[in-house]
């Protein structure tokens, strides 16, 4: 007898159908029942699902977009993955042991085609709900080794308690919602999504990234090295996040403009490019970047090979 979370399944009463009917009608009618769909579940294709916070995660939305395939005019002879030297140390962190064991197929290609050879292997990714993401982002994937949560913006440490805001902290989306994170799958790609303190997520806002010009107390906010104030280049307001985390934030953003093939703006770039020299990857990104594999059966490339910024001459 089957079992549902410890529970027996009743018993399908069709079986008794041959006693009272045509053999070839009673087949016909077990068919139906054997293929017909579990109640609860959604086809692929379901349009308009319901995605708010209350809504039952019955079953997740497919990502339906495409990779793109590399063209055979473009495309040059794959090298011998068993024959591929290591790939040449980063310069902002020669020291750094780069994850390859995933990319040696692209060695040897052009920036171009590593760019579509990462655009491949990030596509297609197994979408989430966003309740269902804001669950695992705040109960399996940010807690340390300890079992903390820490506030990406300001170090501030709480406990998961279960739901998707402990202790007042909630969802940042690094790339915002107004700038095209508003829709799926975007809007639930976990890549992208880190635990804020609710207060410090208002501040930030949608306010794009940058270096500030004020320091400290000179700043209209601040907060335990994160700042919001005007720009050294000339934009304001905008966002800069403390030493610790900057990296963290400059990979989520390279990760999104790739994956959504979405712009990245000039002064904006150059200032994650900066961030993302001055803070490698460490192990707790590392794990992160495993741990959201497991879910979304994708991965963030420029934690396990930094290097591959240097493939693009601008996310644009």
Known sequence: ML?????????????????TLPPLLTFLVLFVACVQPEAGTLPPDTPDVDLSDTA????EPKDTSAPEDVSDDDAEA??????????????????????????????????????RGLLNMVSGHRALYYSTARQHLMN???????????????????????????DGFNTEHVWPQSRGADQEPPRSDIHHLF???????????????GTTSCSGNSCPWHENGSERGPSTDG???????????????ARAMFYF??????????????????????????DYERN???????????????IDRPDFVDNFDSFD
């Not at 039952?56 to 079953?59: I, L």
């Not at 903390?148 to 402990?166: H, L, Q």
């Not at 030493?243 to 963290?248: D, L, T």
Request: aromatic share 6%; with cysteine.
């Open 235 to 249: 934009r304001d307001p905008v966002f800069e996040v403390r030493p610790e985390f900057r990296g963290n934030v």
């Open 78 to 115: 794959i090298p011998d993955v068993q024959d591929t030297p290591p790939p040449e140390p980063w310069p902002c962190d020669p020291e750094l042991d780069l994850n390859d064991r995933r990319y040696r197929h692209l060695h040897g290609l052009s920036d171009a085609q590593i760019q």
């Open 288 to 302: 992160r970047n495993d741990l959201i594999q497991m879910l979304q059966s994708n991965r963030n490339p420029f």
């Open 56 to 59: 039952e995660d019955a079953s």
């Open 3 to 19: 079992t549902l979370i410890g529970r027996p399944l009743p018993q399908r009463p069709v079986m008794m159908l041959h006693y």
């Open 195 to 209: 635990a804020v303190d609710g207060g410090v997520n208002s501040a930030r806002s949608n306010h794009p990234y």
């Open 257 to 282: 403009a790739l994956r959504y093939q979405m712009p990245i703006e000039d002064r904006e770039e150059a200032v994650l490019r900066q961030w993302h020299c001055e803070d490698p990857p460490d």
């Open 140 to 166: 399996d994937i940010e807690p340390h080794d300890d079992g903390s949560i820490e506030c990406a913006y300001t170090g501030r440490i709480t406990e998961p308690d279960g739901s998707t805001t402990p």
